[in-house]
């Protein structure tokens, strides 16, 4: 699959403090890519580097496989963004705002403004001013606006950011149209991890300036989703038994009371009995799902909570 941004040892210095690191990331050709981290973590100055708004201390940005250098601007036209929050013109109308955009920017295709709309779900509201419109409205004018030069690659900066959870679905929906019926590959960042994990096909965990993993989510839901959650009395003579017993690795303590086993080679049955004839009192043993915020978190945390 192509790589239409690529990123090489990206970092950027403000006044001597670095806050991003040696950043290296692939973003597919007709992928959503998911940007999470923390508030603070370099996200947004890495998007503005990728649109030429800040310039790199170091390292190198490729965009459909040409360097961008600071006087680049040609390959701008190839992408639509909305960097922190949309502004527009309060006392004009939505269809106004839109064809004063394409006029700034060059854009005279007939058409173009009301398709925008349309794709946001804008239609029958065109005429309305922006002050009367909701936030919800406002993001999705946003991303018509990003999208009426119908671009190849767009970049949303936590577009969900303060919307009710009836915003985020449509948000949600919105983007997957871009991607599946459009064709259009979505960079975006958030810090609500569940709402990545709904639409992501690829993540990049950034912390500290540094990101720390880029990983499809398919593999996470393979490799890591799955485990076996076991309430027991004794969390030493457990662990004891786990690795002296059982031969298992790879588990997380979650508390005094409770253990999480990664590994499928060995049955819940084979377990819940070595335990029992150990004389730990087991409490409750299930199957459980691990969702991208455990990933997240123990990622984040340096990963050392896994045993």
Same mark, same amino acid.
């Given at each position: %699959? ?22 290296? %990331? ?110 919800? %409205? ?37 983007? %997957? ?131």
């Amino acid at each position: %699959m192509e790589t239409v941004i690529q990123i090489h040892q990206l970092s950027k210095s403000f006044k001597g403090i670095e806050t991003v690191s040696d950043v290296n %990331m692939n973003v597919k050709k007709g992928e959503i890519y998911g940007f999470l981290g923390p508030n603070g973590a370099g996200k947004t100055t890495i998007m503005k580097m990728i649109l030429n708004l800040v310039k790199p201390t170091s390292g190198e940005i490729k965009i459909f496989n040409q360097s961008i250098s600071t006087t680049s601007y040609q390959y701008l036209s190839k992408i639509g963004s909305i960097i922190e929050y949309p502004e527009f013109y309060g006392r004009l109308t939505a269809k106004e705002n839109l064809e004063l955009h394409c006029e700034y920017i060059g854009v005279y295709e007939k058409g173009a403004v009301k398709e925008a709309l349309d794709i946001v779900g804008l239609n029958g509201v065109e005429n309305k001013k922006i002050h009367e419109f909701s936030l919800g %409205m406002k993001q999705r004018l946003g991303i018509a606006r990003a999208i009426v030069t119908k671009p190849e690659i767009l970049i949303l900066d936590e577009p969900i950011n303060g919307l009710d959870p009836i915003g985020i679905k449509d948000i949600r929906e919105l983007l %997957m149209l871009l991607k599946e019926e459009h064709g259009i590959t979505i960079l975006i960042s958030s810090h609500i991890v569940a709402e990545i994990e709904s639409i992501a096909d690829t993540i990049g965990i950034l912390h500290h300036g540094k990101l720390l993993k880029e990983v499809r989510m398919e593999d996470i839901r393979k490799e890591n989703m799955e485990y076996l959650e076991i309430k027991i009395d004794d969390l030493k003579k457990t662990a004891h038994v786990l690795e002296n017993k059982l031969g298992i690795r790879k588990y997380e303590i979650v508390n005094q009371h409770c253990i999480r086993i990664f590994e499928h080679d060995i049955s819940q049955s084979q377990i819940n009995k070595e335990l029992i004839l150990n004389d730990i009192v087991v409490n409750g043993i299930e199957k459980q799902q691990q969702h991208l915020e455990e990933y997240f978190l123990n990622l984040i945390n340096g990963g050392n909570q896994i045993a």
